[in-house]
């Protein structure tokens, strides 16, 4: 018989869910997935039988690729994407002796500034290179968190693919090297860096583009422009056109391609999560079908949890009336995502 027990985890006031074991993973209820999990089941193995929605919030668009969908990556037919970043956590004794080489910092309190302090940009930067480094981004920046935690941001990896596992696995090697050396030579300068200390270096390093899978509706430069608004709109996006250069000589400068782009509030709508290519399948995250222009300005945090939120009403929408994302209509939708947000 197929196993559908599910352990889990019990901490205080929730329930995390863990992945039960199973010999067979079978992926489709459809005639020949029956027939598959029912003989491996029949010849004694625990078998999981996987049918339904799916949705690809892998960022990089791993499940859609691997299910046939259609997609574009990079800047053009080079492939040629926007840099990754590794980032860390450091702390320091005196955030107020520090103030000047700091984005957001207005003394001792963190300023709400609408747009980047290039003053603390540039002053860091110098400080790194008095330090005898030249850091593979130029904007470097520390931003405060709280107290004395600050978030470190000096490093680019140019050249490297989200789809490549060599080329991540070599982007996070270079990033976590230089994060250390940029520590250490900010140390040695003594005065208020002695104290600098480096707290942690992320798990993962960010990438800020990976596949863009095809939908049934492409947000594109031109939505940006004109501000599009749209009758089956999940959100709306307002941060501004960030493509950092593709070139890696170029680190102290926005892409080329963002030049002449302009932005006004505009929205993602419900036909650019849903898959073109295979019908049970919804997207949530950056991995929404767009244009290279575009993707640069929703693939931050907030239109990911957005997109991924519609997402989830959407599957559970089509998987309880057994029809594809693409038939539910709208009004369904945001039905319950208004139901869900009163109740948040």
């Known amino acids: 018989m197929l196993d559908t027990t599910i352990e889990t985890v019990t901490e205080i006031e929730k329930q995390v869910p863990v992945a039960g074991e199973a010999d067979v993973l079978v992926a489709g209820a459809g005639p020949a997935g029956m027939v598959a999990a029912l003989a491996a089941a029949r010849a004694g193995a625990g078998v999981c039988l996987l049918e339904g929605m799916f949705i690809d919030t892998t960022g990089d668009g791993d499940l859609a690729a691997r299910a046939g969908c259609g997609y574009d990556l990079g800047k053009d037919e080079s492939g040629a994407c926007q840099p990754m970043t590794f980032m860390a956590l450091v702390t320091a004794e005196d955030l107020n002796a520090l103030g000047p080489h700091i984005c957001f910092w207005d003394g001792g309190e963190p300023k709400k500034h609408k747009t980047?302090?290039?003053?603390?940009?540039?002053?860091?930067?110098?400080?790194?290179?008095?330090?005898?480094?030249?850091?593979?981004?130029?904007?470097?920046?520390?931003?405060?968190?709280?107290?004395?935690?600050?978030?470190?941001?000096?490093?680019?990896?140019?050249?490297?693919?989200?789809?490549?596992?060599?080329?991540?696995?070599?982007?996070?090697?270079?990033g976590r090297a230089e994060i250390h050396r940029i520590v250490k030579g900010l140390k040695s300068l003594g005065g208020p860096w002695a104290g600098l200390q480096l707290v942690a270096t992320c798990e993962q390093i960010g990438v800020r583009e990976g596949r863009r899978i095809h939908g049934h509706y492409t947000v594109s430069a031109e939505d940006l422009a004109v501000g599009r608004q749209h009758e089956d709109a999940v959100c709306t996006v307002y941060f501004g056109v960030d493509i950092h250069s593709t070139d890696g000589k170029k680190s102290t400068s926005q892409d080329e391609a963002a030049h002449k782009a302009t932005m006004r509030p505009y929205q993602i709508p419900m036909r650019a999560l849903?898959?073109?290519?295979?019908?049970?399948?919804?997207?949530?995250?950056?991995?929404?079908?767009g244009d290279f222009i575009a993707h640069s300005s929703y693939r931050v945090t907030g239109t990911a949890a957005a997109t991924g939120q519609a997402s989830g009403i959407a599957a559970a929408l089509a998987a309880q009336t057994h029809t594809a994302p693409a038939s539910i209509e709208w009004p369904e939708i945001r039905e319950q995502l208004q139901m869900l947000t009163q109740s948040e």
């Open 116 to 174: 980047v302090n290039y003053r603390a940009v540039e002053s860091f930067y110098s400080e790194i290179r008095r330090a005898g480094i030249e850091p593979s981004y130029q904007q470097t920046k520390l931003f405060q968190i709280q107290g004395n935690l600050m978030s470190l941001m000096v490093n680019h990896e140019y050249g490297a693919s989200a789809i490549n596992a060599e080329d991540i696995t070599r982007a996070s090697v270079s």
């Open 274 to 289: 849903i898959a073109k290519d295979v019908d049970n399948l919804l997207l949530g995250g950056r991995c929404l079908s």
